[in-house]
């Protein structure tokens, strides 16, 4: 099981690659170098997660009916090839964005569309295929290789852009994007090699003419999946939100290169790492939603001392508060995911994983949308960028502090009650017939 856990671990790395490009490097230079609307990099950034129901359905559908015996591989391969595609593709996005704006568009919608739908196909895939390859028992143990393994990658990725985009030309740019979306194949490739067993036959546990709309209204009929599903929406659109523009915001605030606002992406990894291994660590030892609030209220601190960061003019607040943010996110990780893990059934893994997949892709479609626009907005008003930076800083903080008070509302216990006999699809089956 071990060369298991290590093998999803390169999946889950392979993805989380190309995304560190798209959301750290690029948005800065979309920004800052080519003077791009914020708003614009932040609907370009967040289109991907238009895609995110496709996690449902395609959750649902190969929990059914395997592809050539296989479940959950061959989502997984098509889904890292769009994500590399998307990844190596946007840097010409963003220099005809700059010189041709409609054709800019066009290829936007393009790049990014294929990337938040490999994104989409590959992550309900591999985190079902974890679930099921793990006993009850031992899904936290592989949660903490994956999820390790794709934040030291995150940190390393984040070093190595560092160094290959400086000096900053655009053909640097191009060039280090390339190297790592063909790093991201092989190692995601190498990972899906014999990680699961083909299937005889299939089981279809849900008619085949149920339609996506009852699936759908089967999941909302929960209330405590309804709550969850809100909760970490709220929760991770702070949390997730602030990527677009954190380094945008080093650079205007303090006036950080393109090599230093990268590595804010490192120093924050790398908080995120320790506090996985703390929250590891604790694991079995404090309940999940004492963890899951140490987090909030660590990242809740960490945006209040980045907003104050810009009135002050420190870097020495700043990058505590950067600090604060990546301890919160790594407690709110392991919390969260181990909650989403236990908010699942067992003939129904890929339905809810994609359920709360999808809470994961509209969180970050509202968190961005809404970071940017903010941003913009404010900016305009106030003639001041670090004030519009500061206002969606404190926003996040306070989305944060509504997530707390939902938290104490959601109960698994309930939330299994309320899937037992007869199921949740099967209710959802019965209503769509009388």
Known sequence: MFIKRLQLGLIHVAVAMTLVPINSTLNRVMIKELAISATLVAILASLPYLFSPIQVLIGSFSDRHPLWGLRRSPYIVLGLVLCVL???????????????????????????????????????????????LSSEKGRGKTVAVMWFMMITSIVATAIALSWLVDPYTPEALVRSFWVVGLAALVLGLVGVVKLERRSVGSVSMVSDSQSWGVIFRGILENSQA?????????????????????????????????KNTTRITSIWGSCVLVALLV???????????????????????????????????????FYSGVVLLGVGTGLSTVSNLSLMLDMTT??????????????????????????????????????????????VFIIEAVMIAVSLIMLGRIDVRSFHRQTEQPSLVERAAMGSES
């Not at 590891?280 to 939603?289: P, S, V």
């Not at 960490?302 to 104050?308: L, P, T, V």
């Open 279 to 317: 929250a590891g660590a604790l694991e079995g030892k404090i309940d999940k939603k004492t963890v899951a609030r140490w987090g909030a209220w660590g990242a809740l601190f960490g945006f209040i001392m980045i907003a104050w960061s810009g009135l002050a003019g420190s870097l020495t607040v």
């Open 346 to 391: 067992a003939n129904q893994v890929g339905l809810f994983i994609g359920a709360w997949g999808m809470s994961n892709a509209v969180s970050r479609l509202i968190g961005t949308v809404l970071g940017g626009a903010v941003r913009d907005i404010v900016t305009q008003a106030t003639q001041n960028l670090v004030v519009g930076y500061m206002v």
């Open 226 to 258: 309804r709550m969850f599903f809100w909760y970490l929406t709220i929760l991770l659109a702070a949390i997730l939100g602030q990527d677009i523009l954190l380094e945008p915001f080093g650079a205007e605030a303090f006036g950080m290169s393109v």
């Open 86 to 132: 998307g990844e190596v593709i946007s840097p010409q996005t963003a220099f005809l964005l700059s010189t041709n704006w409609w054709a800019g568009v066009a290829l936007g919608l393009v790049t990014f569309g294929a990337w938040g739908m490999g994104f989409n196909l590959a992550t309900v895939s591999y985190l079902s295929l974890a679930s099921e």
